[in-house]
């Protein structure tokens, strides 16, 4: 796991390193505070998705 972020609440957001897809990406994944033994959820496809959505989301007026 590489740790990319973390956000204001807790979580973790890692790209797991341990699977590759056929295309090579790696898969973003949000970790609870207490990490992998708490359950991890599938975010993004890969880090360029992870990015995409994070600027989309910085720039929208939420």
Do not use: H, N
């Not at 890692?14 to 959820?41: C, F, H, K, N, Y």
């Amino acid at each position: 796991m590489l740790r990319i972020e973390m956000s204001d609440d807790g979580p973790y957001y890692v790209i797991d390193l341990s699977l590759t897809d056929a295309e090579g990406e790696r898969a973003v994944l949000e970790l609870p505070v207490q990490g992998m033994s708490g359950g991890s959820e599938k975010i993004a496809d890969d880090f360029g998705s992870f990015l995409l959505a994070e600027i989309a989301y910085a720039l929208s007026d939420d």
